[in-house]
């Protein structure tokens, strides 16, 4: 069985350097106002699943503090997605109320003013009394919108720098493929988190905290090194995205997440040890066993997942900037925003997306996995709002980084320097 082996990761990109990381970012309301201006109304953001508005009319709205903007974003006759801002050409109130419906049009509520669903002023009541009104020139006001591998994304900018395509594929390009589209069951969290949106962020980017904050949940199912260290099998760095792949204990049902799909010599190995140590979680895995509408195997995924060839790997961990975390396994996927509503406070939407299961054995590992990923987001949640208490005190100016905290290095390093660059004349 392959071990997991130590790795030197901060060699391979020097340009981040080495020493202490400055935790002002994380407090200065001055640096968060740049981060609004600079980011969060200028970048790619993920805002949701085609699955969400399947047919011409769906439509959901998506407010986003961190943008100062309310955006619908609603599938037209044709197919196409569109995104647009809530708020109505004539007397600026929002055009839709309710977070998601279905709509042939949107009616203004407050004087009836009427929009396509491609944005497009249609209807004004009493247009007679208006001056030279050429609908033409008032439709809702458009935000760039793009699909990949199913994701939603929008960017405030109506003309981006980069297209969703160029600013997703090299980093992202050899994952594509992964089936998505057969993995839309799930359940979901929303929370508000009283941190900084980095400082969540950076408590899902390295695994080193794991033994002590999951001790008692999934340690056991992480891949060690020979002297009990829990290394990352290997991490990448881009220009703004970051991966991190994690090798599992195959004797756990955490850590083994192809053998409730596999079954087999997979599932035999995930029993073994669990029925004695965790008999609920065995449980669920022999009644889910064969009950996912969809099976896969990990030689079947995409090249770029499981880039190390380990035998043992469990997930990648990919966070797409700003602040999407979506990580890939071998029969489930997990998408988290951390999304900024002010300097110290976060939105935290997480979603877990399954195969559709097809027995009633399938739904109770469904149940199970749900209570498991569950205690291990609380868990994950239970420290951020005494590290930014502490923070704040100002107390420590700077924070220590080891080796496997690369990817919070160098999610602190990209966010400083498009704060920081000069705006292009």
Known sequence: MNKVIKLHLHDRYPELGKGPVP??????????DKEQARIFKKTWLHVG???????????FVKDLEACEASIIVVRDKQGAINAMHNVCSHRMNQIVYEKRGQA?????KFHGWAYDLQGNLTGVPEEGSFFDLDKCDHGLSRVACEVWQGFIFINLDPAPELSLAQFLQPMFGDIEGYPFDKITTGFQWTTVVNCNWKLALDAFQEAYHVAYVHGHSIADAIDTAEDGAMPPLDALCGQFHRRLSIAGNPRSVYGNPNAVTAGGAEASKAIADSAVKKPIAAAALRAGMGAASYHFRKEDLPKGMNWTGHENWLFDINVVFPDFYLSLRPNYFQAYNFRPISQGKTLLEARVYYPEMKTAGGRFYLEY???????????????????QSAVQTGVKKEMILQDYELLVRHGAHVVDRIVNEETKA
């Open 104 to 108: 042939r049009k949107f009616f203004c």
């Open 23 to 32: 935790v002002e970012p994380y407090i200065s309301t001055a640096y968060y």
């Open 49 to 59: 699943r085609v699955e969400e508005i399947p047919a011409a009319g769906d439509y």
């Open 369 to 387: 996995m749900k209570v498991a990923l569950r205690d291990v987001l609380l868990e994950d949640l239970s420290t951020l709002e005494r590290t």
